[in-house]
């Protein structure tokens, strides 16, 4: 079995001025695709194969990601069921004109769904969990799955209501 740890990636990338926005900052889709980027090859490499994305279930931005800095992202599976899972990333920045410790800019939560070659969910092995940290981890994306599933429960029931309320 495969622990978290062991699926740990890491990316690297200096920020340029085509990543810009108006403001001169990177714009935050670059950081979205970025991270996506990561989180699926981390999936991916868990699936054995494709796993495509299903949920950003969270994205913080924390503070901005200047042209020049480096950017460093780190992703690992926080999270496996039967065909899905939760992929953790955390990004940070070096500055580029100053020497100082990394900057936290943000952090993301992903799900991604295993598929076989007709694109269908297939199974994948569970996650061997060793350490404290990676208990709280899965734990805490059970948390943000039971979350999203109830969401879901409850806006499906809603709209359900509402097509009661429609016929009566």
């Not at 924390?62 to 042209?67: A, G």
């Not at 992202?73 to 953790?88: D, F, I, K, T, Y």
């Not at 994306?141 to 809603?158: F, P």
């Amino acid at each position: 079995m495969t622990t978290p740890s062991e699926t740990n990636v890491q990316l690297n990338e200096i920020m340029r001025a085509t990543e810009a926005n108006l403001l001169g900052t990177v714009h935050g889709g670059h950081l979205m695709k970025a991270v996506d980027s990561i989180a699926g090859v981390v999936a991916n490499r868990y699936a054995g194969g494709p796993a495509v994305t299903a949920a950003l279930d969270e994205m913080s931005f924390l503070t901005p990601v200047r042209v020049g800095d480096i950017l460093h992202s780190s992703a690992q599976l926080n999270w496996a069921g039967r065909s899905s899972m939760e992929v953790g990333v955390r990004v940070e920045v070096d500055r580029w004109d100053s020497i100082t410790d990394r900057v936290h800019v943000a952090s993301a939560y992903l799900v991604f769904v295993a598929v076989d070659a007709e694109g269908k969910p297939k199974p994948i092995p569970p996650l061997d969990l060793e350490t404290p940290e990676e208990r709280r981890r899965f734990r805490e994306a059970e948390i943000r799955r039971e979350h999203r599933l109830a969401m879901r429960a409850a806006i499906e029931a809603s709209r359900e209501a509402e097509r009661s309320e429609g016929d009566a």
